[in-house]
Nanobody, 115 residues
C-alpha cells in the first residue's frame, strides 16, 4: 500500500507564490520518478512538471521559468515551487510517484489564483 499526501494549496493573488509538497508513505521502493499534474474545471488533467530518479526535470511550456520541481528521496517527498502565479494556473494539482512500473496519485490540492 502506498499513500501520497499533498499540502500547500490555497488562494493567492496573481504574481504571488506557493509551494506544494507531496509525501509518500507505505511500501516505498525504487522511486523512478515524481511529478505534478493539474486539472482545471472542464479540462483534461495535464502534466505540469516531472523529475526523474537522476534529477532530470521536464516542464510544461506554460510553466517554464515560473515553476520549479525538486525531490527529496530520503524523505519520499516532491515539491513544486510556483512563482508569478497567473489566473490560468487555477486548478486541482495532483502529485504522482512512479514506483517500479506502477504509478500512484495523491488526492489533489486546490490552487486558486484570483484578485
Amino acid at each position: 500500500q502506498v499513500q501520497l499526501v499533498e499540502s500547500g494549496g490555497g488562494l493567492v493573488q496573481p504574481g504571488e507564490s506557493l509551494q506544494l509538497s507531496c509525501t509518500a508513505s507505505g511500501s516505498i521502493f525504487s522511486i523512478n520518478g515524481m511529478g505534478w499534474y493539474r486539472q482545471a474545471p472542464g479540462l483534461q488533467r495535464e502534466l505540469v512538471a516531472t523529475i526523474s530518479s537522476t534529477g532530470t526535470t521536464n516542464y510544461a511550456d506554460s510553466v517554464k521559468g515560473r515553476f520549479g520541481i525538486s525531490g527529496d528521496n530520503a524523505k519520499n517527498t516532491v515539491y513544486l515551487q510556483m512563482n508569478n502565479l497567473k489566473p490560468e494556473d487555477t486548478a486541482v494539482y495532483y502529485c504522482s510517484f512512479q514506483l517500479g512500473p506502477s504509478f500512484y496519485w495523491g488526492q489533489g490540492t486546490q490552487v486558486t489564483v484570483s484578485s
